[in-house]
């Protein structure tokens, strides 16, 4: 019954900015780390960002920190990803992902229970 939809992915220009949102239901939202993921044409899926179940703290991965925000809105079920400054390297299947919260952050998408189904990001230069 847990659903973690995602949307708002599409093609945009290098320098560009999308804004990802995952709506989530069928579990207790705030008792979960949300992770965003993205995996990329014959690469493997890779840790993007994570905010914690409250939204107090954020993780990034060097790649994106800087140019993405993650957000939540517990009362809305919704995580979200702002993604400023887009790169052809952006391109990716951007996952949305649920960890329940404990003491350790998982940066590994093997660790997360639940699982959207992906949006597309394509970046052109």
């Known amino acids: 019954q847990v659903q973690l939809v995602e949307s708002g992915g599409g093609l945009v220009q290098a320098g560009g900015s999308l804004r990802l949102s995952c709506a989530a239901s069928?579990?207790?939202?705030?008792?979960?780390?949300m992770g965003w993921f993205r995996q990329a044409s014959g690469k493997d899926r890779e840790f993007v960002a994570i905010?914690?179940?409250?939204?107090?703290?954020?993780y990034y991965a060097d790649s994106v920190k800087g140019r993405f925000t993650i957000s939540r809105d517990n009362a809305k079920n919704t995580v979200y990803l702002q993604m400023n400054n887009l790169e052809p390297r952006d391109t990716a299947v951007y996952y949305c992902?649920?960890?329940?919260?404990?003491?350790?952050?998982?940066?590994?998408?093997?660790?997360?229970?639940?699982w959207g189904q992906g949006t597309q990001v394509t970046v052109s230069s």
């Open positions: 069928g579990l207790t939202f705030s008792s979960y780390r």
């Open positions: 992902a649920a960890d329940r919260v404990g003491l350790v952050i998982n940066y590994s998408p093997r660790e997360y229970d639940y």
């Open positions: 905010i914690s179940g409250t939204g107090g703290s954020t």
